[in-house]
């Protein structure tokens, strides 16, 4: 987890923007780990804003989700 209060904020946007962009589009916490090659816990994790992913596990979920990054980058 991050150390400073805004990036543990951005962490956590991050993961709410994950998880409405996956409902959005009806996919399950399972499936989109198997799209995109992770461990579910991990996809939980990051949806609860509890843990960083390396930038190309976001860009795996990126066109996991096919969604734009504004979708799911919080805004600074």
Known sequence: MPTSPQLARQVKAFGANLRRERVARG???EKLAELV?????????????????????AI?????????????????
């Open 27 to 29: 996919i399950t916490q």
């Open 37 to 57: 090659d992770l461990n579910i816990r991990t996809v939980q994790k990051v949806e609860a804003g509890q843990t960083n992913i390396l930038l190309t596990t």
């Open 60 to 76: 795996r979920v990126q066109h996991a989700l096919k969604c734009s990054w504004d979708s799911l980058m919080p805004k600074l």
